[in-house]
């Protein structure tokens, strides 16, 4: 039984910073392309970071370049995503997700992942 497990989320002030932690069970951690995603109130979810199967290669959206850094530790199967420099905007639930065949070009794309965790929420507010 396949299971992602998210912590790590609270409520910060504007430039603070957070760590998220994604628990993987189940499956072979190392083979799989790992992301986060968020998703707002109203909106739709959308790509956050990640890597691909390999591992080799990391994706940021343009809207968290230079503020989040996404990590894996395959040892222990966890995928890490540090949030610094934290804005309103980036209030919403994180999830963590995983597949083990999707293609580089669909990284960004949610319905190509097979594995989602339950998310956690992150609110950035004075």
């Known amino acids: 039984q396949v299971q992602l497990v998210e912590s790590g989320g609270g409520l910060v002030q504007p430039g603070d910073s957070l760590r998220l932690s994604c628990a993987a069970s189940g499956i072979t951690f190392s083979r799989y392309a790992m992301a986060w995603f968020r998703q707002a109130p109203g909106k739709e979810r959308e790509y956050v970071a990640g890597?691909?199967?390999?591992?080799?290669?990391?994706y940021y959206a343009d809207s968290v370049k230079g503020r989040f850094t996404v990590s894996r530790d395959n040892a222990k199967n966890t995928l890490f995503l540090q949030m610094n420099s934290l804005k309103p905007e980036d209030t919403a639930v994180y999830y963590c997700a995983g597949d083990q065949r999707i293609i580089t070009r669909s990284l960004r794309m949610p319905t190509q992942y097979d594995y989602w965790g339950q998310g956690t929420q992150v609110t950035v507010s004075s």
């Open positions: 890597f691909s199967r390999s591992g080799g290669y990391t």
